[in-house]
């Protein structure tokens, strides 16, 4: 038997909505939440028109293999920036004309497998053996509404379609627990003399994978106390934890620090979840909002041309702040970046391009306040590990992630040298 997916009905009249405006067909993805028994779909999204390859799909004699799957897996890592922990793309969705209803499976079997692929090289963690690596592809003939849905394996290459049901419900997107929390992180990643030479980008990649280490080692409280994993989320027993990382010390020529406050938030379905359900959703937001907000600005430096600098000199960079919005007739947030110059204008824009539903600025959400943006850079050829803190600027940043960059000759460094507990608060939403 194979997977059923239980769809919120707005889902449903949203992909009803979409007019192929004369091309022949129009692809999107499919959000949501895996579990044992179910998927849950909150949110469908059409993937943003490519401007030179509007022509070609209005073409009478277009065919599924004009489908760009560069763009579209582009559109699905944007997506999946703005997903809170425990949302995944959970598939691709592809609506066509009559003529091409008998021509989508193979366009679909490259394209969930291509999506899939390009968003796991992101990823800092892995997902477990125990769950589901099944995702979903639907199609649907623009004429006569027929619906056809069917899953594959994306961890096996070889994997055949299974078919799949898709069922509707009303008042899905209201059944949900919120979990939130806020980590301070003090992430120091020293640089030996052969990884001085990388790139500031892959160095601190590189860091940020060992840090990740960290982060599923440790200690998670849901609302102040320690839980069984295997217990219910609104349950569960106490338990005791001892918890403990280690400390390496290696030969250090410099070292990249990110630290600051960042605040995370997740969501799971109210049915029955345990607290490793919970636990695994915040590790998961923990890593993935400070990967993506790294990766958001190294992609900024490059884009507005900004030189690293070399040899002694010491750099700052603010990262991105986290900004939610509602979807629409849902308890459930998704979220986007903001650097300190962007308006809210701009974010908006962002978020009805990406998802593809209107959204209002006043529904904004601004996750960290911005007290102090300062980037600043300065010479000290002597500078040790020791005093770091005291290039910080004067004024101090409680919610701003600060990115610095110090080059050392000849430091010792004691890397991970802390216990980290994470605290997580949880609210539930029903109707």
């Known amino acids: 038997m194979g997977r059923t997916y239980i769809v919120e009905e707005t889902v449903g009249q949203y992909l009803s909505n979409i007019n192929l405006q004369g091309k022949a067909f129009v692809s999107g993805l499919l959000i949501g939440q895996c579990s044992s028994q179910k998927d849950y779909v909150i949110l469908a999204t059409r993937t943003p028109p490519k401007e030179e390859l509007n022509e070609n799909l209005k073409h009478p004699k277009a065919k599924l293999d004009n489908l760009d799957e560069e763009w579209a897996t582009e559109h699905a890592n944007q997506v999946s920036r703005m997903l809170p922990g425990g949302l995944l793309v959970l598939g691709v969705f592809i609506i066509t004309t009559l003529e091409l209803a008998n021509d989508f499976q193979n366009a679909m079997r490259r394209l969930i497998f291509a999506v899939e692929k390009s968003m796991n090289r992101k990823r800092l963690w892995n997902f477990t053996e125990e769950e589901v690596s099944e995702r979903v592809t639907l199609h649907i003939c623009s004429s006569t509404k027929k619906i056809f849905c069917r899953t594959y394996d994306v961890h096996d290459p070889k994997s055949s379609a299974k078919p799949a049901d898709w069922k509707y419900q009303n008042g899905l997107s209201t059944s949900w627990l919120s979990l939130e929390c806020a980590v301070h992180i003090n992430i120091h990643i020293p640089l030996s003399t052969t990884s001085v030479n990388y790139t500031l980008e892959k160095n601190t990649k590189n860091g940020l994978t060992r840090w990740a280490k960290q982060i599923e080692n440790s200690v998670y409280l849901i609302n102040g106390q320690v839980k069984d994993e295997d217990c219910d989320l609104l349950e569960g027993q106490l338990l005791n934890s001892d918890h403990r990382s280690t400390a390496t010390v290696q030969i250090c ?58 040899d002694s000199e010491k750099e700052f960079h603010i990262l991105p702040h986290r900004v939610f919005v509602p979807i629409p007739g849902s308890t459930v947030m998704l979220c986007d970046y903001k ?45 040790s590990l020791d005093n770091t803190d005291d290039e910080q600027p004067k004024q101090p940043i409680k919610t701003t992630i600060v990115l610095k960059i110090q080059q050392n000759i000849g430091v010792i460094a004691a890397f991970a040298v802390t216990v980290l507990a994470v605290g997580i608060s949880f609210h539930y939403f029903s109707d």
């Open 253 to 310: 020529s410099g070292s990249v620090n990110l630290k600051g406050a960042v605040k995370c938030r997740a969501y799971i379905h109210s049915h029955k979840p345990k607290v490793k359900d919970a636990v695994q959703a915040m590790k998961r937001d923990i890593l993935n909002t400070v990967a993506d907000r790294c990766e958001i600005l190294f992609e900024d430096l490059l884009l507005n041309e900004i030189p690293e600098k070399k």
């Open 339 to 383: 650097f300190g110059d962007e308006s809210a204008e701009e974010i908006r824009d962002h978020f009805i391009e990406m998802l593809d539903h209107m959204i209002q600025i006043e529904d904004l959400e601004i996750a960290e306040e911005i007290n102090t943006a300062c980037v600043s850079s300065s010479m000290n050829s002597e500078a």
